[in-house]
């Protein structure tokens, strides 16, 4: 836990910093969620996708929002979204495997851990 604190902490002053900054957020979403910031997460939410709705950084973390409240069906949705937009994000095919183990889909949650794994190698 520590680690996600200062993850927290660090993102925190980068958004101070950089508040349009949308690389690594869906980052920070997942150390918020880890860390069951609902209101933070809920707030990041609704900020990225007023300024920038049309990132697949923004749908994973609305997906992440979704996940922590329990609507998992949902956070697919929103991860699928960010698919749309860029069928590289790493973020949005874990995270959906994630939602799909949640579902009791193990056969669409393999599927998108092996694309992540996929997209991973490629970036190796």
């Known amino acids: ?17 950089d ?22 997460l809920s707030f990041l939410a609704h900020t990225t996708n007023k300024s920038a709705p049309l990132r697949p950084e923004t749908n994973c973390i609305i997906g992440n929002y979704y996940s922590l409240k329990g609507q998992h069906e ?3 949705t929103y991860f699928l979204k960010a698919l749309r937009l860029d069928r ?22 393999v599927e998108s851990y092996r694309q992540a794994v996929g997209r991973l190698l490629l970036l190796l």
């Not at 836990?1 to 910093?17: I, T, W």
């Not at 508040?19 to 933070?40: H, Q, T």
């Not at 949005?92 to 949650?109: D, P, Q, R, V, Y």
Request: glycine content about 6%; hydrophobic content about 40%.
């Open 19 to 40: 508040p349009l900054r949308m690389e690594g957020l869906d980052v920070f979403s997942n150390i918020l969620y880890v860390k069951e910031c609902k209101a933070e």
């Open 1 to 17: 836990m520590p680690d996600f604190d200062q993850g927290h902490d660090d993102f925190k002053e980068l958004r101070r910093r």
């Open 88 to 109: 590289r994000c790493l973020s949005a095919w874990t995270l959906m495997g994630h939602e799909f183990i949640e579902l009791k889909n193990s056969g669409a949650a």
């Open 74 to 76: 949902k956070a697919v």
